[in-house]
């Protein structure tokens, strides 16, 4: 191996080698490669998340916002015109789907689309 400091006999520099690149590192033999970083992504393109969806039915369940998120907008505008008819009480409707979501109630295993939620 040459010195990286001194220049090739061509007159150009030479680049550096893999294992000198920064934050570069072999991988070990028998070891599988790491998934790359943000690996909690959805697997699936447009794929909703069971947590966010859980936790926007138990916060702003009154508003219908879970099922928006969801893809179900005329049920959330219907959760609206119930919580203002019934002077806010309406707003347990959200409170409940917002905790039947988290425990994975069969009812709210999938969005509007039929894509199953992610569980990140």
Same mark, same amino acid.
């Given at each position: 191996?040459?010195?990286?400091?001194?220049?090739?006999?061509?007159? %150009?520099?030479?680049? @550096?080698?893999?294992?000198?690149?920064?934050?570069?590192?072999?991988?070990?033999?028998?070891?599988?490669?790491? @998934?790359?970083? %943000?690996?909690?992504?959805?697997?699936?393109?447009?794929?909703?998340?069971?947590?966010?969806?859980?936790?926007?039915?138990?916060?702003?369940?009154?508003? %219908?916002?879970?099922?928006?998120?969801?893809?179900?907008?005329?049920?959330?505008?219907?959760?609206?015109?119930?919580?203002?008819?019934?002077? %806010?009480?309406?707003?347990?409707?959200?409170?409940?789907?917002?905790?039947?979501?988290?425990?994975?109630?069969?009812?709210?295993?999938?969005?509007?689309?039929?894509? @199953?939620?992610?569980?990140?």
């Amino acid at each position: 191996m040459s010195d990286p400091n001194q220049p090739p006999a061509e007159g %150009g520099w030479a680049a @550096p080698e893999p294992a000198q690149q920064a934050g570069y590192e072999a991988p070990q033999p028998g070891y599988s490669p790491q @998934p790359a970083y %943000g690996g909690g992504q959805p697997a699936i393109p447009g794929q909703k998340s069971r947590m966010v969806a859980g936790i926007l039915g138990i916060l702003l369940g009154y508003l %219908g916002v879970h099922r928006f998120y969801l893809g179900y907008t005329t049920i959330g505008i219907v959760q609206i015109v119930v919580t203002v008819v019934t002077c %806010g009480l309406g707003g347990l409707w959200g409170l409940i789907e917002g905790i039947l979501i988290l425990t994975k109630n069969e009812k709210f295993l999938t969005d509007a689309n039929g894509v @199953p939620l992610a569980d990140s």
